[in-house]
Protein backbone atom coordinates (compact mmCIF):
# COMPACT_ATOMS: atom_id res chain seq x y z
CA UNK A 1 0.00 0.00 0.00
CA UNK A 2 0.58 3.76 -1.08
CA UNK A 3 2.38 5.58 2.27
CA UNK A 4 -0.10 8.22 1.31
CA UNK A 5 -3.19 6.07 0.83
CA UNK A 6 -2.15 4.27 4.49
CA UNK A 7 -1.66 7.89 6.11
CA UNK A 8 -5.11 9.07 5.17
CA UNK A 9 -6.57 6.01 6.03
CA UNK A 10 -4.56 6.34 9.72
CA UNK A 11 -6.13 9.77 9.86
CA UNK A 12 -9.47 8.92 9.20
CA UNK A 13 -9.51 6.36 12.19
CA UNK A 14 -7.74 8.89 14.72
CA UNK A 15 -10.65 11.11 13.60
CA UNK A 16 -13.30 8.59 14.42
CA UNK A 17 -11.16 7.18 17.54
CA UNK A 18 -11.39 11.05 18.93
CA UNK A 19 -14.82 11.70 18.29
CA UNK A 20 -15.75 7.98 19.99
CA UNK A 21 -13.66 9.69 22.91
CA UNK A 22 -15.49 12.77 23.26
CA UNK A 23 -13.12 15.11 21.41
CA UNK A 24 -14.78 17.66 18.54
CA UNK A 25 -12.51 17.98 14.99
CA UNK A 26 -11.68 21.53 14.48
CA UNK A 27 -9.38 21.13 11.41
CA UNK A 28 -7.40 18.14 9.46
CA UNK A 29 -3.86 18.77 8.14
CA UNK A 30 -2.94 22.30 9.42
CA UNK A 31 -0.24 23.45 6.79
CA UNK A 32 2.12 26.84 7.42
CA UNK A 33 5.30 26.95 5.71
CA UNK A 34 7.59 24.41 7.29
CA UNK A 35 5.05 22.41 9.15
CA UNK A 36 1.99 20.52 9.55
CA UNK A 37 -0.53 19.38 12.24
CA UNK A 38 -2.55 16.12 11.34
CA UNK A 39 -5.51 16.94 13.46
CA UNK A 40 -6.77 19.48 15.53
CA UNK A 41 -9.37 18.94 18.37
CA UNK A 42 -11.01 19.98 21.20
CA UNK A 43 -12.23 18.43 24.24
CA UNK A 44 -13.83 20.19 26.53
CA UNK A 45 -11.78 23.46 27.38
CA UNK A 46 -8.61 21.66 26.19
CA UNK A 47 -7.29 22.18 22.68
CA UNK A 48 -5.25 19.12 20.95
CA UNK A 49 -2.79 18.76 18.37
CA UNK A 50 -2.70 15.41 17.28
CA UNK A 51 0.02 13.59 15.23
CA UNK A 52 -1.00 11.27 13.60
CA UNK A 53 1.80 7.94 12.65
CA UNK A 54 0.27 4.93 10.21
CA UNK A 55 2.37 1.88 10.04
CA UNK A 56 1.71 -1.35 8.52
CA UNK A 57 4.48 -3.14 10.21
CA UNK A 58 7.58 -2.38 12.64
CA UNK A 59 10.42 -1.91 10.08
CA UNK A 60 10.82 1.64 10.60
CA UNK A 61 10.47 1.49 14.36
CA UNK A 62 7.40 2.29 16.21
CA UNK A 63 5.72 5.57 15.51
CA UNK A 64 6.60 7.74 18.47
CA UNK A 65 10.19 6.74 17.49
CA UNK A 66 9.75 8.80 14.22
CA UNK A 67 9.13 12.04 16.37
CA UNK A 68 12.52 13.48 15.96
CA UNK A 69 14.15 17.18 16.67
CA UNK A 70 12.96 18.08 13.21
CA UNK A 71 9.67 16.67 13.92
CA UNK A 72 9.11 17.89 17.43
CA UNK A 73 10.60 21.50 16.27
CA UNK A 74 8.20 22.18 13.00
CA UNK A 75 5.33 20.84 15.08
CA UNK A 76 6.34 23.55 18.12
CA UNK A 77 6.07 26.24 15.00
CA UNK A 78 2.44 25.33 13.71
CA UNK A 79 1.30 25.04 16.76
CA UNK A 80 2.52 28.30 17.64
CA UNK A 81 1.35 29.89 14.66
CA UNK A 82 -2.10 28.00 15.08
CA UNK A 83 -2.09 29.89 18.73
CA UNK A 84 -1.47 33.35 17.37
CA UNK A 85 -3.54 33.24 14.91
CA UNK A 86 -6.57 31.63 15.73
CA UNK A 87 -6.70 32.03 20.03
CA UNK A 88 -6.92 35.13 21.89
CA UNK A 89 -5.09 34.92 25.56
CA UNK A 90 -4.41 32.00 27.43
CA UNK A 91 -5.41 28.69 25.49
CA UNK A 92 -5.00 25.53 27.64
CA UNK A 93 -3.66 22.90 25.07
CA UNK A 94 -0.81 20.12 24.56
CA UNK A 95 0.28 17.74 21.83
CA UNK A 96 -0.88 13.73 21.47
CA UNK A 97 0.26 11.50 19.11
CA UNK A 98 -2.02 8.85 17.46
CA UNK A 99 -0.38 5.43 16.20
CA UNK A 100 -2.42 3.54 14.12
CA UNK A 101 -1.52 -0.04 13.10
CA UNK A 102 -2.87 -1.42 9.78
CA UNK A 103 -2.81 -4.85 8.40
CA UNK A 104 -0.53 -4.83 5.53
CA UNK A 105 -2.42 -6.89 3.36
CA UNK A 106 -6.39 -5.60 3.91
CA UNK A 107 -5.55 -1.98 5.71
CA UNK A 108 -8.20 -3.07 8.51
CA UNK A 109 -6.84 -1.43 11.62
CA UNK A 110 -4.97 -3.49 14.47
CA UNK A 111 -4.12 -1.22 17.10
CA UNK A 112 -4.54 2.32 18.06
CA UNK A 113 -2.66 3.60 20.69
CA UNK A 114 -3.14 7.57 22.04
CA UNK A 115 -0.18 8.63 23.23
CA UNK A 116 -0.86 12.32 25.20
CA UNK A 117 1.03 14.99 25.76
CA UNK A 118 3.87 14.15 23.78
CA UNK A 119 7.08 16.18 25.10
CA UNK A 120 8.10 18.84 22.11
Known amino acids: MHPRRSGSIGEELACKYLASHGFKIIKKNFTISGGE ?64 ELDRYTSVLVKINHLEDIEL
Not at 39 to 59: C, M, P, Q, Y
Open 37 to 100: VDIIAKKADLLVFIEVKTRTNESFGNADESINFAKKRSLKRTVAKYLAKFTSGDVDYRVDLIEI
